[in-house]
């Protein structure tokens, strides 16, 4: 459940601004935050943290300027508090290990089974959208979150690199690699099921 | 055997899969009712640790007035926020219609629904005329705590439904939102049945069928709103 904190105390004025700003915004910050805790109340719990530090901070988002980007950055340093206190992750490595977790980059970053790939579209559709949220959540969490900013929400890289804190450059090169590394764990469930062959596989 | 993909098609095809994920339908209902619960409770813990001091400082009690009222007008304005209109409840009230079509009254026009429903409902939204389907039948449903008409159509054989609600009081879930004829519609797909969700002026509307999605954006590009 969310930390109490203080009560917001808005004006009539901000009241309507957060409804009009932020309410709007709910259902993409409950998606990502689905996607990224792999649990439903755990998600919850995140976003409604986030709306309530929105909430507080609703002065201070300037007009004409990104909301959803406003509010992933809160959702992301909510996520990241969460992470570290272990309050909604009791299992929970930090965010440190999960980068320390990453293979080495190849210099091509491109997947394993990226030779043996044809018709890639038509296979990934075979996948219902439950494999390739777990497909998404067996993944590093900046590549995760890269992913689900970019790919997902089909968020700039300069927006994604502001909320991620990172420069635009390491955005590109982690969605680069996410899909990669996404798109080889799809392909060896295809081969497990039997939608492409081991043989040709093996030989391609 | 077909030449292998290159990685810019690999690359291609898995943010085009990626960003299907965003059409998938999120309920935020229980979230909404969370935000309100947890503004709630906020606003009576800070009333018990401020009231007291409150009684000896006039300022402290304005403070606490303006508290109170900070809250209420929030709830308000969360509770006058339209509810989304999930997909999966949509696509139960298809099926139920299309199941119970026998029981809707039968009608060849949009003006003769308009009076066979205003009869039953007196605020009764103004139905979008279809154009390239044809009217079935019709009749007014209880759905998520309010009413809407429900209005069956024919695309050959295949039964479509319209909802129409009022915008205050419905918003289309989030999802892929495409422009056709210069309205915006979001599109969602459940099981096969797929949803093309809009706002127009003071009505919502979703046109719902187990039609391809350009079918459905070429039969909702034609409604006359």
């Known amino acids: 459940m969310m930390e109490p904190g203080t009560p917001p105390r808005l004006t009539t004025d901000q009241a309507a601004r957060f409804k009009r700003l932020a309410v709007p915004q709910l259902a993409i910050l409950l998606r990502t935050a689905k996607y990224l805790t792999h649990h439903d109340q755990q998600a919850e719990d995140l976003v409604q943290d986030t709306m309530m530090k929105a909430m507080r901070a609703i002065d201070h988002f300037r007009d004409g300027t990104d909301i959803k980007a406003w509010l992933m950055t809160i959702l992301r340093r909510a996520h990241i508090d969460a992470v570290r206190s272990n309050k909604h992750h009791p299992q929970a490595v930090s965010i440190e290990q999960t980068q320390m977790e990453l293979p080495e980059p190849r210099r091509d970053e491109a997947g394993e089974y990226d030779s043996k790939w044809n018709q890639p579209a038509a296979l990934l559709d075979r996948f219902g959208d439950r494999e390739v949220i777990e497909a998404l959540q067996a993944l590093p969490e900046d590549i995760r979150w890269t992913l689900l900013l970019v790919d997902v929400e089909q968020m700039d890289h300069s927006a994604a690199a502001t909320i991620l804190e990172v420069p635009v450059g390491t955005i590109k090169s982690r969605a680069h690699r996410g899909r990669a590394m996404l798109r080889d764990r799809l392909y060896r469930w295809a081969q497990e099921r039997g939608w492409v062959s081991k043989q040709e596989s093996s030989h391609a | ?225």
């Open chain 2, 1 to 225: 055997m077909r030449d292998r993909a290159t990685q810019t098609e690999l690359d291609d095809a898995v943010r085009e899969r990626l960003a299907r994920m965003a059409t998938v339908p999120v309920d935020t209902s229980n979230l909404e009712r969370r935000l309100r619960a947890a503004m709630a409770d906020n606003g009576s813990e800070h009333s018990r640790w401020r009231l007291p001091r409150a009684w000896r400082s006039l300022t402290a009690v304005a403070a606490a007035i303006l508290i109170v009222v900070t809250v209420g007008l929030v709830l308000m304005n969360l509770g006058n926020t339209p509810a989304m209109a999930a997909p999966m409840d949509l696509a139960r009230l298809h099926a139920e219609a299309i199941k119970s079509d026998s029981m809707m009254t039968v009608v060849t026009s949009v003006e003769q629904a308009n009076r066979v429903l205003s009869g039953q409902w007196s605020d009764l939204p103004q139905l979008p005329t279809p154009t390239s389907s044809q009217l079935h039948a019709c009749c007014i449903h209880d759905f998520m705590d309010s009413k809407v008409a429900c209005l069956i159509l024919r695309d050959g054989q295949t039964p479509l439904t319209m909802v129409v609600g009022r915008a205050r009081e419905f918003r289309p879930a989030e999802g892929r939102t495409v422009e056709r004829g210069g309205r915006k519609f979001t599109l969602h797909e459940v099981n096969g049945l797929r949803m093309a969700m809009t706002h127009q002026g003071d009505r919502f509307v979703c046109l719902m069928g187990e039609v391809s999605a350009d079918r459905l954006l070429e039969i909702a590009e034609g409604l006359g709103f």
